[in-house]
């Protein structure tokens, strides 16, 4: 049995002989094992919450509504010492989920990437593991790492709040191994820098991440945050670009379960061999699809509704950005709106503390749907959050949570809900995170802003920005050039397309320097450039760019990046040719988008190519095609986006137009009307969505709405609305569409 358990602040935490219950199932329960409450099981994982989660109900704390907070805990012997890894002999103490029905863990079964996280570590002192959830990340990682650093210290801290302290245990140590399993945990407000990377130099750093996380940061998110990436994102993006990436599948190759056989006599991996293709062999282990069917289920009246229903709300908070466990106190608020949308008291829904027992309660002995205590607080089992069918997060929950988090929980919340295009959250959450104090919340906010239909207030507030950063830190430095790629774009987007060309032209002279040509940055500026080059009058010469920025790109990323869609849409936009050739070339990469990995039907970058076809069609005469083709497009970006998207308020203008074309003016009429009403109170005066869909109201011939819908607003003339409205405008980072690119 080992011996190793976690001491915070000097004092034993209480709890014995954890490693002879963890995995032992309903044996675990006969045990005569004694918990208090505390910080303890945070950072131990799914190991604990096999017992914690068939006992952490049934242990009152002294207050039940006091929150859990993050606690700096790093994990430690039962002398409070830091282990050595030839002493970490159980898997789950890094993090591993525990396989079931026994007190020891399955065999560790070769996998084909081994071989190359090997010879990563030979070459790079930061290492990831890339996988879906239950893929077997961790224990890879751990098998590996015991292998090579037995006599390295194991040095893995148990929040975010503790990374600092573990940084420097590891500058202690001749020899060390940081470990962060679910690394996503340890980016954001207060967690890993590239300075604390590299002050360690005799450290070895191995991270675990989910490759849902992983794509926040990879192709998707990069196509959407350069040239218009916040400080924070560009950090954290530029720290795991430091990584020397190990990608591990979920389903198992032929070799690894030939490897597999050779033990199958033990049942739990007989059993995941038996399970055939449609799972991993780690993800069986782990009990992911039972644990989900359990959830499921749990939902039928009479069964266990109410904790499907708490285990909603904690799968929301953490899909919501929330990066810490939730106290029981919160759930208890939080789940009731789940369940009322559900059938509320028709459900036969079961007492709470019932229902916290259920979710909580181990399945085959491995994971519980929730994973925590009450000392902790509890979050939800992780192979959940990527569930099919997941919609966006309810307004209920958003709210509720955004309520109760400190300010660094609000800055990663608005973070999130800015790369999801959930622009009015994003400026709610980092509004509170910059008055609360968050370093760097004041660039993300006023991207926020400015993308949720306030350019001119942005280009403001960017001006003071980079103004300052170019005192502090001087024109070139990479701060002050994200800055003035902030400024420059949103000059465009306040209608000065000219301007912003000249802006991004000067900046690009800057960016080849110091960053070098290649760079994603380097590239986005280029890009920039090209689109507000052609918006400013000259379609041929952005043609001219983007096909040189094309090659480059493809050069760079290969031909299925999602920035190289984007550059694609540009280029067939601006080229001058035949429409219809323009229309075949779009349906076909309309084609890759929707099956491509990483982007799909719902991405911003493919929404876009819809419009571009819808426009084409309405150009070509083909009316009634056009507009529903719009209407489709406006209920998909409803959905994904919500309501008071700029890319929503654009789609029914254009749905509008092309009702028009047909002689609709009744339902173009009302259509207007509406995006008028609603868009008043999110859209600053004077942006052109205001002046279009005035415009457009004029040409309905309702009296006394047309004059005023004729009237200039803020002085300005209504001449360009075609080229203010032109939907061939690549898709941005929060998926704008009908501005300029945030590089595509």
Known sequence: MSALLLWGSGRARGWVGYLGAVGLGAGAVALATVWTSGPWAAGIGAAVTTLSGLVAERMRPPEEGADAQGVAEVLRTAGGRIPLLRHVDRPELAGSHPAEASPTPPAYIERDAEPRLHAALEEARFVLVVGESTAGKTRLAYEVARTRYPRSAFVRPLSRAALPEAVRICLRRRRAVLWL???????????????????????????????????????????????????????????????????????????????????????????????????????????????????????????????????????DCRRAGLRRPVSRAWLRALHVPYLEARGGGDLQPEPFAEAMDWACAAAYATSGLLIGNYGTGFTAFDYLLNAPGHGPVPDHLWRGLLARVEPADAYDMGLVAHQDGRLARAVEALGLALRGGVPGAELPLTIAIGDSGQPRRAAADLAGIARRRTDRLGPRHPETLAARHQLAFFVGESGDHRAAAARFAELLADARDVLGPDHPDTLAARHQLAYFTGEGGDPRAAAVQLEALLADRLRVHGPNHPQVLATRRSLIWFRPGDPADAERELAQLLAGAESAEGIGPDDPHTLAVRGSLAALAGRAGRGAEAAEAWAALTADRTRVLGEDHPHVFYSRLEWARALLAQGRTGEARTLLTGVLERSRSVLEPGHRHLRTARALLAGTGDGTRATEAAAPVDGERLADRERLTDPGRPAGPAGREDASPRDP
């Open 181 to 315: 399993d679910d690394l996503e945990d340890y980016l954001g407000a207060g967690g890993l820098t590239a300075v604390q990377l590299a002050s360690l130099r005799t450290a070895v750093v191995i991270a675990t991440m989910r490759v849902q996380e992983f794509r926040r940061y990879d192709a998707r998110e990069e196509s959407r945050l350069t040239g218009s990436d916040r400080d924070a994102w560009r950090a954290q993006r530029d720290l795991l670009h430091q990584a020397a990436v190990i990608r591990l599948p979920r389903h198992w190759s032929p070799g690894e379960r030939r490897r597999a056989a050779a033990h199958q006599d033990d049942p739990r991996i007989g059993a995941a061999l038996r399970a055939g293709e449609r799972f991993g062999v780690a993800e069986v282990l782990a009990a992911g699809p039972e644990l989900l069917a359990s959830w499921e289920n749990g939902w039928a009246p009479g069964a266990n509704p109410r904790g499907a229903a708490v285990v909603a709300a904690a799968v």
